[in-house]
């Protein structure tokens, strides 16, 4: 077992595995790499030189106490914001950023202030996703450590927002809500993973009466007049947001008012659990995920003008007499997050003016330029910027303003926006849920996705069709 499972992780996450020699393994002696091999100075005069020494001294402060940490953030957050400004400058370095990332990271989390360090986190995968860690670095970041810190702080938050979701109604059906299923197959037409795909998603959709578009191609997706979208030039990983998009414009009967995107290696495994059941989870409560009392978030003498802002900001109703948390915008989007972020295989979005700017947004999206134009999760890292760098790390900025946000559990992404736990929207096969340390697909969820998984090799073809015969097998006894 342990021999195929390595076998079956190199096969299908593409990386090869180190194994000692006689010698034993490679030798790392990263006091004797010069910053300025690793990352020269960029075209547009930056000196990461400067930028690690001015980390190392503000890192040297972790032990001067809670006076000590303060400036530490505020010094890291200001040197973060000149390495990614602009945004994309950042990935001249990538691990010099992300490892100001996963020292900010720390730093909230002995604050307790678990839904930032989480947030901090995702952004510095974004730096690490195109490429990997290298572990014989000069930088003080290590994949091994930053995955840990991630699973941790995406436990505690997933816990944390529990009070947010309704109850689980698998079988739920919202008669007057019409849901599109859209999947891009552009394989062949005799690929195991189009063939088996497709029959998966005709077949859920056929049983619940959703409406399906399936893509063979780029030659299905026309240009978007409306949104100033056409894939002609884009990378086949952004043409979803223009098929989705062209879907949401339907006119008439055939108007969604929820899309769900499906990659083509993402598979239905629980025949019985609606698309509704979803929504109706985590988009019908719109109270915001906090685990405080009504009382303390409503605005008190001695609050301080931070404070109040802020409370009337997050919590309005609360301030005019509401008893409860409901109250805020309505629900858009539903994303999954993994240890390392988004995950945008699977997602939900209603069909509003809101998600039509947030997809033009998405789309139009700026930071992949200079050192960042070829990276390889490049719709993944866009969605995340769009969604997460407000919030996440330009915020860090106003230091009180931060600390009180987080205080008053202030969230960390549009308050349009909610994640969805893996199991109820995605959850990944072995090798994958593996290596970034998230869930691996248990019998009751409800989609099983491959990421990673070359779709020629063999071993990745056994895991689609056995979730495809999971799902007929379970259909056969449902009907």
């Given at each position: ?236 990983f952004f043409w979803k947001v223009n098929a989705v998009r062209n879907v949401m414009d339907l006119e008439g009967s055939e108007r969604p008012d929820w899309v769900m995107w499906m990659d083509c290696d993402a598979f239905y495994m629980d025949p019985e659990r609606s ?41 309005p109703h609360l301030q005019d007499g509401g008893e409860n948390l409901e109250g805020g915008p309505a629900v858009e989007l539903l994303v999954a997050v993994d240890s390392t972020g988004i995950n945008n295989g699977v997602w939900m979005i209603r069909n509003s003016e809101w998600s039509k700017n947030f997809l033009s947004r998405w789309w139009n999206s700026g930071i992949l330029e200079g ?109």
């Open positions: 077992m342990l021999i195929f499972y390595g076998t079956l992780l190199s096969l299908a996450v593409g990386r090869v595995l180190v194994t000692p020699d006689e010698k034993g393994l490679c030798e790392c002696d990263y006091f004797k790499i010069d910053i300025t091999d690793e990352c020269p100075k960029t075209s547009m005069g930056f000196d990461w030189e400067v930028l690690g020494e001015e980390l190392y001294k503000v890192r040297a402060l972790t032990f001067a106490g809670s006076r000590g940490r303060e400036h530490r953030i505020r010094q890291l957050s200001a040197i973060l914001n000149t390495a990614t400004t602009p945004f994309h400058l950042g990935f001249e370095c990538p691990l010099a950023t992300a490892s100001l990332y996963w020292s900010l990271a720390q730093d909230m989390a002995a604050e307790g202030r678990m839904r930032r360090a989480q947030a901090l986190l995702i952004m510095g995968f974004i730096f690490t996703r195109d490429k990997g860690f290298n572990e014989c670095t000069p930088w003080p970041v290590q994949g091994w450590d930053m995955l840990l810190g991630a699973l941790h702080a995406r436990q505690y938050v997933e816990s944390a927002e529990v009070p947010s979701q309704l109850p689980d109604v698998p079988t739920y059906r919202d008669g007057t809500s019409k849901i599109a299923i859209v999947s891009i197959c552009g394989y062949a037409a005799n690929e195991t993973v189009r063939v088996l795909s497709e029959e998966n998603h005709a077949l859920y959709a056929q049983l619940h009466g959703y409406a399906l578009y399936q893509f063979g191609g780029p030659e299905d997706i026309y240009p978007n007049v409306n949104a100033n979208m056409s894939i002609e030039g884009r990378k086949p698309i509704d059941s979803v929504i109706r989870m985590y988009a019908y409560n719109t109270s915001h995920p906090t685990e405080k009392g009504v009382e303390k978030l409503r605005i008190h003498q001695g609050d301080s003008e931070i404070a109040q802002a802020l409370k009337w900001t997050l919590y050192a960042g134009k070829d990276h390889n999760c490049s719709d993944q890292s866009t969605m995340q910027y769009e969604l997460l760098y407000d919030g996440s790390t330009r915020q860090l900025l106003d230091y009180e303003g931060a600390r009180e946000w987080d205080r008053l559990d202030g969230p960390m992404w549009p308050r349009e926006v909610r994640v969805v736990r893996q199991e109820h929207m995605q959850s990944f096969h072995e090798a994958t849920a593996q290596s970034v340390l998230s869930r691996e697909y248990q019998d009751a969820d409800f989609i099983r996705h491959h990421p990673g998984c070359h779709y020629y090799k063999l071993p990745c073809q056994w895991l689609y069709a056995e979730a495809s015969d999971i799902f007929k097998e379970k259909l056969q006894r449902l009907i």
